[in-house]
């Protein structure tokens, strides 16, 4: 079936669809074009392919991750669940370089999370004026400073991985 969209332009619309195949948006037959913006359809939604996973297991696995972010910003409070992804990031590398016995820079950390040494910094004052980090400073070199989690670092990311792990 074709139809003439609002710049007189034939398309073909497919059958039973008030959708224009070659725009990728719903049209209503009173639609100026403006209107109906907000039904735009995403380009990555229109072939669409059923998941392999059932949705059961798909709203399982999705309740595991709202429950392993509610633990962590519970037990981080709230000053430190706000500073979000990235400080995660930093003080995890932090609990693994601790019990391995090593100790990292914050050029290892931010080579290891892909973070910029700039943004790194800032995230590490941050870490170290709430008193979850500190830093053994490098005579020199602000990039090789050593980071070592402080006793309540230590003690609030033991108690958060505990409890992730036990999802």
Known sequence: MLKKNN???RVRKRKGSNRDESE????????TGNANDWQRTPDWAINYVTPTIPVSELVSVARKIERLQHIREENLGDGLAGLGETAWKIL?????????????????????IS???TIAVRYVNILETNGHIVRLRHPTDQGADHLQLTDEGHSIMRKTLLELDKI
């Open 7 to 9: 710049e007189n332009k």
């Open 24 to 31: 990728g948006k719903y049209q209503s037959p009173d639609s």
């Open 92 to 112: 995890v590398q932090l609990v693994i370089a601790t019990e391995e016995g090593k100790s990292m820079s914050l050029l290892d950390i931010s080579g290891r």
């Open 115 to 117: 973070l910029p040494e």
